[in-house]
């Protein structure tokens, strides 16, 4: 359990690390959905579930401090995003280009501070809370430091905004010292503990369990793969049993291991399987001729074993070339190997990769087409119904809501539609305009989310009574989601989608006047509140002009019916 926690904090620390490279560069991220982004959120979601499994076995005590230290890490992260998010505006103007040394130290800073809270959960030593206690202040005073350097800065909007972001980065560094502190005094520490990582995964013993339950309804895609799998595992076992082929049960392991429920997929891992095949097999034959005594032969074998663990979850292919390699040097301890035996082995995982190949373009395909635009709508209705979670936290007297877990669906929602265009981009085909689109639809509707979450900062800091002018704005951006997600489902016409960019359009301009207005005096909270609603409603007008310059008799998107025609 303690290792599933700590997973959450060095997903956050690899989020820290991939801002610190894209605020190097100064250029703002294409990508629908960064990679760190998308493995935080899968892990705190495997961490939630596995915590929520765990509840009844052990004591409740201990569970609940788990479940409020995965609670900072979702809290940690969403200034951290907040704080990245605001320096994007500033990092890219030459007259800031002082402060980048600073900016730089600070995300640094920030990520060792979260990796050693991790190795604090699961060592739970007194040395490594003072460590983690002491990265924690280190990086409160670079903060510090960064606020001085802003204050004496040539003034600007971006300034302002980003010194806003950095008090509730400080309170949550200060607040993180308790839960760590605590974690000490639940459970002695082992002196046989690994100061390394191990991988949590859904494939792990540890995390198994909470993933047994089965689903109430039947995937009818997981269906469809497991009939596919079932039937060319029996078509391979005849190939090979019939026609007598030596060391033919290659061909059937070799349909497992390559066939996805996707073409992308497939295709990928097709690639890595037979090319690294082929390359393992042309080193290992080429060794076939050099003599080589019994233990060198045992400690090259051993070589390949480790660096095919090592690149097993890191670069597949890579892992199949030493794997092959380590298959042939074994064989050659036991008995004399031919050239037969390698080439075999090739051919069995050619005609297996194959196999696979085709029957994820002939046999029941699953094209992501058909299914993007409906995740994609779900996002965008996520984002709608996370920022009315927002807007009923400010009502004055409306109940209490948990705007973090609307976040999560939002980010799980963005999560899906990210790798559903990342599989259908792999799919066979010319790459059109519509799949450009796609993926500057999905990047606008993460950009919405992550300017939601900045939003929800100085709301969560400030009193309801401070924000009157956003909660006035917030339910016409809402009506404006709904009707973009219809849109983007084709519920909707040329003119529906040419009203709804000129809704958009008046709100941005209405909200931004009202920004304006705020350059000559000193920021308050509900200022930058519509700093980043400004923000929001100009991604979101840039994804209704993506959907205005689809032009008649065109389809949007792949599967997309009747949204101009």
Not at 139 to 156: F, H, I, K, N, T
Not at 205 to 231: F, G, K, Q, T
């Amino acid at each position: 359990l303690r290792y599933a926690v700590a997973e959450c904090w060095v997903a956050v620390s690899d989020l820290a690390a991939g801002m610190r490279r894209n605020l190097a560069t100064g250029q703002p991220r294409q990508e629908a959905m960064t990679e760190p982004e998308q493995q935080l959120r899968a892990t705190l979601d495997r961490t939630f579930v596995i915590l929520g499994s765990s509840g009844k076995r052990h004591r409740q005590t201990f569970i609940t401090h788990l479940e409020e230290t995965r609670i900072e890490v979702v809290h940690f992260a969403m200034r951290l995003m907040a704080l990245e998010t605001s320096l994007e505006a500033l990092v890219s103007q030459p007259r800031y280009a002082g402060l980048l040394p600073v900016i730089d130290s600070v995300f640094k800073t920030l990520g060792d501070a979260a990796r050693s809270a991790g190795v604090t959960v699961i060592m739970h030593r007194r040395a490594n809370l003072i460590a983690t206690e002491v990265r924690l202040r280190r990086s409160a005073d670079l903060l510090r430091v960064l606020d001085e350097q802003l204050a004496v800065a040539p003034p600007g909007v971006e300034l302002a905004e980003v010194r806003a972001a950095l008090d509730p980065m400080l309170k949550v560094l200060e607040r993180l010292q308790e839960p760590l502190a605590r974690t000490i005094d639940l459970g002695s520490a082992r002196a046989s503990f690994s100061m390394m990582l191990p991988e949590i995964s859904t494939r792990s013993i540890r995390s198994l369990a909470a993933w047994v339950n089965p689903p109430a309804e039947l995937d009818p895609v997981l269906v469809r793969y497991a009939l596919r799998m079932a039937v060319l595992t029996m078509m391979a076992v005849a190939l090979y049993k019939g026609f007598h082929i030596p060391s033919g049960y290659w061909i059937a392991f070799s349909i497992v291991v390559v066939l996805q429920p996707d073409y992308g997929s497939t295709r990928q891992k097709a690639v890595e399987r037979i090319g690294g095949t082929f390359a393992g097999i042309l080193l290992g034959s080429a060794l076939l001729g050099v003599k080589m005594p019994i233990l060198l032969l045992d400690g090259c074998a051993s070589a390949a074993a480790f660096c095919f663990a090592y690149f097993l979850k890191r670069r597949y292919g890579v892992a199949v070339f030493f794997v092959t390699l380590m298959v042939v040097l074994m064989s050659e301890m036991t008995t004399t190997v031919h050239l037969s035996f390698t080439i075999t082995r090739l051919v069995s995982n050619l005609i297996g990769g194959l196999m696979a190949l085709t029957s994820a373009v002939v046999f029941w395909p699953i094209w992501e087409g058909e299914k993007f635009t409906t995740l994609l709508a779900a996002a965008i209705r996520s984002n709608r119904d996370y920022l009315a979670a927002i807007a009923a936290h400010l009502q004055p007297e409306g109940a209490e809501v948990d705007m973090l877990a609307d976040k999560r669906r939002a980010e799980n929602a963005n999560r899906f539609a990210a790798a559903s265009l990342q599989r259908m981009l792999a799919e066979p085909g010319e790459r059109t305009e519509s799949d450009q689109r796609a993926a500057a639809l999905a990047t606008y509707n993460q950009r919405v989310t992550r300017a939601f979450s900045a939003l929800a900062l100085p709301l969560q800091e400030g009193a309801k009574s401070q924000f009157p002018e956003v909660v006035a704005v917030l339910p016409e951006i809402g009506l404006i989601l709904e009707t973009l997600g219809a849109a983007v489902e084709g519920q909707a016409g040329e003119a529906e989608i040419a009203q709804l960019e000129e809704r958009a359009r008046n709100l941005g301009d209405r909200v931004f006047r009202q920004v304006v207005a705020t350059t000559n005096r000193a920021l308050s909270p509900a200022d930058m509140a519509l700093t980043h609603l400004t923000k929001a409603i100009a991604e979101i007008r840039a994804m209704t002009l993506a959907l205005k310059e689809s032009g008649p008799k065109k389809e949007v998107l792949p599967g997309w019916k009747g949204a101009v025609e």
